[in-house]
């Protein structure tokens, strides 16, 4: 009986709570949440593919393919994933695990799967109302590739590129000024724009490639499609040559390394101001880029931060919530759910360990994806600078009547700011920790929280308790121990019967 009556009071207390409005995700892709995935080095879900299999090497494939990601995607959109990106499918020369040596630009890597299997994959992205951009590599082929060896086709080529990147040690760049050349480029990128049903390409190391080219490109790829995503992904870390590619091409978006590395240098150690963050973008007037912490080809945020004794589930909140609160799309590279360790770029390529995990961080991760997709004003409302005080951080986000503030200390010691521009009789109302803030003597709202934690509020009219509510919960509360004492008696009356039977 008592727990008849605790599942009735849940129940109605249930129903009471008062739930944010779920909006549908807004299509631009400014709005996305991507996540990264390197296929050969994600997750194992078709073991009938042999192949070159060496998990003992970390120069060979370790058995990704496109089977192990559709066994995750449902995992991913608990996450917030809107879109996935991953690394080039076309088939590789031995020990290609990366997709860079790209010997037949018209085949799929049978280590990954079919074309079947890879449009199974697709449909099944789409099925979550998700998206799918793949890695286009047009710059390099695998110096293995038939089309060196063709005498016709000799001047095609330039030389292998001066990168350290181990992944374009064997290739040799494609000479994209030549019209052949380039025409056949032009042709694979159509070939699986429209032989699958991908939504985009990423464009690897476009400010290689002749900028002639890239309009050409992108411009033939958005007048056959034009909400298709194209992303571009610079080798070199020039803004001014990245700010006029997305001038003169139809690029949409582009990374910025430094910034990337701006924010995992603040987040990775308590006490430094995020507002340097918000510093860098404003200084170099960044647009139409996307924010990544992460990456295959250097040491994981989660280790860079451990190193400095901090904990993975307060590094990642702060970390997280920065990503999923400003404006712009995010990208997640793999295993962040975990969080995936990696002293450098062999280790961060490694399997996912899907077997591990911390179910705090995966709880927090969830919970400010879903803020991210619940509220508009967090994907594409307005930013306005509150104010830092120490390491505490404070931003507001706006958008039509939606208004919201987002609060990151990551100092070691609790810290507020004042906002002073808002009407009187409002409150913010924390939605992450259940803070509350109202007006103050002086007709301020202080915003206060502990040291390396977070808040996002949501601006409401204060409308002072609710005594009709808190009235009713005093009511059920009542009749719920009424009931529990009547039960007691009842109880009690029925055991001295029972024993005045016995004795009698």
């Known amino acids: 009986m008592i727990k008849k009556l605790s599942i009735g009071l849940a129940a109605v207390l249930g129903m009471l709570i008062i739930q944010a409005p779920v909006h549908a995700q807004d299509e631009d892709i400014h709005n996305e949440v991507f996540y990264q995935i390197l296929i050969d080095r ?110 016709d086709k000799e001047d095609w080529w330039l030389r292998t590129p001066d990168s350290d990147y181990e992944w374009l040690s064997e290739t040799v760049q494609i000479d994209l000024t030549n019209p052949e050349a380039a025409e056949y480029m032009l042709d694979v990128a159509s070939y699986w724009q429209t032989e699958t049903e991908v939504d985009g390409f ?113 590094a990642w ?55 991210h997709n619940e509220f508009p004003a967090l994907r594409f409302g307005d930013f306005e600078y509150v104010g830092s005080d120490a390491s505490l951080f404070v931003f507001r986000r706006s958008y039509e009547d939606e208004v919201m503030y987002v609060a990151i200390n990551n100092g070691s010691e609790s810290a507020y700011i004042d906002e002073e521009n808002l009407e009187s009789g409002m409150q913010l109302t924390g939605i992450l920790e259940d803070n509350l803030v109202r007006e103050n003597e002086e007709g301020n709202y202080r915003i206060g929280i502990p040291r390396e934690s977070v808040e996002v509020y949501l601006l409401e009219e204060d409308k002072g308790f609710n005594w009709l509510f808190i009235g009713f919960i005093v009511s059920v509360l009542a009749l719920f121990v009424i009931a529990v004492v009547l039960l007691k008696r009842k109880q009690k009356l029925s055991e001295q019967q029972n024993n005045n039977h016995i004795e009698s």
């Open 202 to 314: 990423k464009l690897q190391d476009v400010d290689m490639a002749p900028q002639a080219f890239i309009e050409e490109l992108t411009a033939a790829l958005k007048e056959n499609r034009p909400d298709f995503y194209l992303i571009g992904d610079i080798a070199d870390e020039n803004i001014d040559e990245a700010a006029e590619l997305l001038e003169n091409t139809s690029l949409d978006l582009i990374n910025y390394p430094d910034l990337n590395q701006v924010l995992s240098e603040t987040l990775a150690d308590s006490d430094k101001n995020v507002s340097e963050v918000y510093d860098t973008w404003e200084e170099q007037g960044l647009t139409d880029f996307y924010k990544q912490i992460d990456g295959f080809h250097q040491e994981r945020f989660t280790n860079i931060f451990s190193e400095n004794q901090r904990n993975s589930v307060t």
């Open 317 to 371: 909140t702060l970390a997280l919530t920065y990503m999923y609160t400003t404006p712009g799309p995010t990208m997640i590279t793999q295993g962040t759910e975990i969080p995936m360790y990696g002293m450098d770029a062999e280790e961060s390529q490694r399997l996912v360990p899907f077997n591990s995990g911390d179910e705090d961080l995966k709880e927090f991760h969830k919970r400010i994806a879903s803020l």
């Open 42 to 151: 994600f997750n194992n879900g078709d073991i009938e593919i042999e192949g070159e299999l060496d998990i003992n090497d970390p120069y060979n494939y370790h058995g990704g393919d496109f089977q192990g990601i559709i066994n995750k995607l449902d995992d991913l959109q608990d996450i917030g994933i809107t879109t996935i990106s991953v690394t080039p499918i076309m088939e590789n020369k031995e020990q290609g695990y990366h997709g860079f040596w790209i010997d037949d630009f018209y085949q799929v890597n049978p280590q990954f799967g079919t074309m079947e299997d890879f449009e199974r994959l697709v449909s099944e992205v789409h099925d979550r109302d998700m998206k799918i951009v793949i890695d286009f590599v047009f710059n390099y082929a695998a110096d293995t590739n038939p089309l060196t060896e063709d005498e």
